[in-house]
């Protein structure tokens, strides 16, 4: 299954990446999808809610890189070496198409995909 704008939350975190989404048990779908099985942490992030992001991303917003955005993303750059911020700057420089390539051909192995928290490759979600 390809990599969807649809998992791409406003803070640059690829949600088809995340364990909530990929674990069996209380399936996450995704900061973009229904309150369905959402976390309670994704319900109250403070930056999915955000009232001066001005778009889709975070990217979008005067504040850019906010402190909060700056904040999580040192924190998924050290300890699951990925960006969110260098995602958006991707995103917002050559788009979501090129975005979503490079994802897929960077987390995904055939019918596999890398969870970034577990650093193991997961069978992907059947939509």
């Known amino acids: 299954m390809p990599i969807t704008k649809k998992f791409i939350a406003p803070c640059g975190m690829d949600c088809a990446l995340c364990m909530a989404y990929l674990r069996e048990k209380n ?11 959402k976390p309670a942490t994704r319900i109250k992030c403070r930056i999915r ?18 402190e909060r955005l700056k904040h999580i993303d040192k924190r998924y750059h050290t300890k699951y070496e990925m960006s969110m ?15 979503l390539q490079r994802e897929q051909k960077r987390w995904t192995k055939g019918d596999k995909i890398y969870c970034v928290h577990k650093h193991k490759y997961y069978a992907q979600i059947k939509p």
């Open 85 to 99: 911020i260098e995602n958006l700057e991707f995103i917002r420089d050559h788009s979501i198409k090129k975005f």
């Open 49 to 66: 809610v955000c009232k001066n992001r001005k778009g889709n991303f975070c990217f979008e917003c005067d504040e850019f890189p906010c």
């Open 27 to 37: 399936h996450c779908f995704g900061c973009r999808q229904v309150e369905k099985n």
